[in-house]
């Protein structure tokens, strides 16, 4: 806002799994009904799930988009009104890009889920390919993947979002909550 100088607009993009949306809550929910088992989110402490619960890579997705797709409205954010803190991030003077890889079918649901919660974005950006989220445009992407961080460089950055399978990730900047990243902003 200062006086006449002429400054660009950050971006800042934010990830829908698992930092807007805690969907592996769920997730969690619907192995354990279908195996009649007793995990938690706190369980899942690798990427890679298959090698740490006995399920197939195929059957991961399936429930994955399972849960989006049925079970969308259980979904719960990451913290309480979630949608207030994009919209203070928005009135900092940021530029909200949502950045989500994911397969087609869930897509519906995942924008419904959104206006719920009342997410404010300038954009909503559904990567179905492999493109790295590293190649969009933004300033700071806050993402819990590893595998989306370790491609950001300068003058690009990142805020890895605390989650159960990303602790053994060295990154320097990690936040437990996006209103934890808005004060980083
Ligand atoms: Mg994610």
Redesign the pocket.
């Known amino acids: 806002m200062s006086g006449s100088t002429l400054r660009a607009v950050k971006t800042v993009a934010i990830?829908?799994?698992?930092?807007l949306a805690d969907v592996m809550l769920v997730w969690a929910d619907e192995y354990n009904r279908r195996r009649n088992a007793k995990i938690t989110k706190e369980d899942i402490i690798k990427w890679d799930i298959p090698t740490v619960l006995p399920i197939t890579p195929e059957d991961v997705y399936e429930y994955f988009s399972h849960v989006w797709r049925n079970r969308w409205r259980e979904i719960p954010p990451t913290e309480p009104d979630i949608g207030a803190v994009t919209r203070r991030i928005h009135r900092k003077g940021y530029r909200i890009s949502i950045i989500?890889?994911r397969e087609r079918p869930t897509v519906a649901y995942v924008a419904k889920w959104l206006d719920m919660h009342r997410v404010f974005a300038d954009d909503l950006l559904f990567i179905y390919d492999a493109a790295p989220k590293a190649d969009y445009p933004f300033d700071v992407l806050i993402?819990?993947?590893p595998k989306?961080l370790v491609d950001v460089a300068e003058p690009k950055s990142a805020i890895l979002?605390n989650?159960p399978w990303n602790r053994d990730f060295d990154w320097p900047v990690r936040v437990s909550s996006l209103s934890e990243a808005e004060k980083l902003l």
């Open positions: 990830d829908v799994d698992s930092v989500t890889k993402d819990d993947a989306n979002f989650q």
